[in-house]
């Protein structure tokens, strides 16, 4: 179980990204949503330990992780998704694969994982991670190599940005299929109803605080109000 | 042979044991052993160290291999190859050369092999160069490249310097004749306080030659590389130079490019790049488990591979 205890996070200026998150999360499907700018982001890092909060603990399984590093929280079980893939130059699927399974993969392990994310095997395995894949196709193998690490834990951000129509289908039936398929946590920031749906908790974050969190039905009622309010008059007339 | 020298021989050749088809292994300074085929020969020249490599036309599917170990410290290897690939022939070529020094002299090999392709053979040439040794004296490589390209000919050239090597000045040439194509892609690797510096000249003379030149490298600790690339266009040709580089620590890289096109449908293009390993790629394999040192290592080899 993850549980973040007032968690905060302050920049510069003492602008405050993250004010005061007191969040549960044990098992199960959960959405983070909410507005551009809300933080979800900010607090994915702050799990995977890529930011350090300004204070506040963060608990897994009940021992304090606050202090460690990215390393050792993917060590314990926590494994992220970026929203941008990164490249790699000379890197192929093959070795980003091994590097998440901690281990040479048979043929048919990289072909299970790659097919699970609509790739073939025989076409990607060997194919270097750099410019010549897709913005789509980065995206698949991002979300393959979480899913080859298969830990209690896992976080994607906004696995549907700049994907097209079509990858975005098929990306819906991935996370149908591991919802039924994983037995640990999945963590999956989104902005998409399809997405959303399919979440059984959803949390909104808004301009730095938890304001909703609950089942689609709780959450769904207010949710557009909740995140709509607050735009400037010249936005809403124009929209 | 020592297990080192077997060893180096295995690592800059992969040579194991005897190898097959045409070979001539040099070893501190002398023949250490020596076959041709039916359609390579290979002639001791008698005008100065070396070896002339004539390679019937037509051939095909076959390789030669003439790797150099320097096992003695303090040696100074001069050695002059000539190839002549007969037209038509399509043929594999190793020449690797590694240095064993565990004394404190300075051991040397300058190879300076030239290349004389004649119409449409094709030669893919291999190169490694590897120092081990854990004496003070430094281990030191020059090799000189010099290839001819005849109408249609195409050489692909890769060359590897990875580790233990303190000084090399590589020169590479290339006079690119019609329809023919010459590709270099070097790696390369330096640390400690080593120098490796990279002179590549092109003349694109033909009509419809072309050229790719491409130098991936990775500068550690204090050492310090020169990529220098120029290339002409004399004709209607394509020629493309790529250098592309990590740094690391206070190592020192510059990269400069020379494009001279004499002829108005000449097309010529360089891409320089040289920066440290993105942060961003670190975190995403910490993300995955390895420590900073380990993602460090993961995206070097991957990038030099």
Same mark, same amino acid.
């Given at each position: ?148 690490? #298969? *830990? %209690? ?8 940005? +700049? !994907? @097209? ?5 098929? =990306? ?41 969190? #609950? *089942? %689609? ?8 109000? +909740? !995140? @709509? ?5 010249? =936005?809403?007339?124009?929209? | ?305």
């Amino acid at each position: 179980m993850l549980e973040l205890k007032n968690i905060s996070y302050d920049v510069e200026d003492n602008k405050e990204i993250l004010k005061d998150i007191n969040l549960k999360i044990d098992g199960g499907f959960v959405a983070i949503t909410g507005p551009n700018g809300g933080g979800k982001s900010t607090l994915a890092k702050v799990i995977a330990g890529i930011i350090k909060p300004t204070s506040g603990q963060i608990i897994l399984d009940g021992e304090d992780i606050t202090g460690l590093t990215i390393t050792e929280r993917a060590k314990k079980g926590i494994s992220y998704a970026f929203q941008t893939p990164v490249k790699f130059k000379g890197l192929t699927v093959k070795d980003l694969l091994k590097l998440s399974m901690g281990k040479n993969a048979s043929f048919n392990e990289e072909c299970n994982i790659l097919s699970s994310v609509g790739l073939c095997a025989r076409d990607y395995i060997n194919r270097e991670v750099n410019a010549s894949l897709s913005g789509g196709e980065l995206k698949r193998i991002e979300i393959a190599m979480i899913l080859a690490r #298969g *830990t %209690k834990l896992s976080l994607f951000d906004e696995p549907e940005a +700049g !994907i @097209d129509l079509w990858s975005f289908n098929s =990306l819906i039936k991935v996370f149908e299929h591991m919802r039924e398929t994983v037995k640990g946590t999945i963590v999956i920031i989104s902005h998409q109803e399809r997405i959303l749906n399919t979440a059984d908790r959803i949390i909104v974050l808004k301009e730095g605080r938890l304001i909703k969190e #609950g *089942t %689609k039905d709780e959450v769904y009622g207010d949710l557009l109000d +909740g !995140i @709509d309010s607050g735009v400037c008059d010249r =936005l809403e007339e124009n929209i | 042979m020592t297990t080192f020298e077997e060893n180096l021989l295995a690592e800059v050749a992969d040579i194991h044991g005897v190898p097959e088809g045409a070979y001539n292994i040099r070893k501190n300074g002398a023949a250490a052993g020596r076959n041709t085929t039916a359609n390579i020969d290979l002639v001791t020249k008698e005008d100065k160290p070396g070896i002339d490599i004539i390679i019937k036309p037509g051939t095909k599917n076959e390789s030669v291999h003439i790797p150099v170990i320097i096992s003695e410290s303090g040696l100074k290897d001069l050695v002059y190859n000539d190839f002549y690939i007969g037209e038509g022939a399509d043929v594999t070529i190793v020449a690797g050369c590694g240095i064993h020094n565990c004394g404190d002299q300075e051991s040397a090999h300058d190879g300076i092999h030239t290349f004389h392709l004649a119409k449409n053979s094709k030669v893919k040439y291999i190169e490694k160069h590897v120092g081990t040794g854990d004496g003070r004296g430094a281990n030191v490589m020059n090799p000189t490249t010099i290839v001819y390209l005849e109408e249609g000919a195409y050489l692909e050239m890769e060359t590897t310097q990875i580790k233990g090597i303190d000084s090399t000045v590589r020169e590479t040439e290339g006079v690119v004749g019609d329809n023919a194509t010459f590709i270099v892609k070097e790696k390369i690797m330096t640390h400690g306080s080593q120098y490796a510096k990279t002179n590549f000249k092109v003349d694109l003379n033909g009509v419809g030659s072309s050229a790719n030149v491409i130098s991936r490298s990775v500068a550690k600790e204090d050492s310090k590389q020169e990529f220098i690339s120029r290339i002409t266009g004399n004709n209607e040709c394509n020629g493309h130079s790529e250098c592309d580089a990590i740094i690391m620590d206070r190592a020192v890289v510059t990269a400069i490019p020379e494009l001279t096109a004499a002829n108005v449908d000449a097309s010529l293009i360089h891409e320089a790049a040289i920066g440290k390993i993105a942060g961003e790629q670190l975190i995403k394999l910490m993300t995955l488990g390895l420590s900073e040192a380990e993602a460090e290592e993961q995206i070097v080899n991957g990038f030099l591979k």
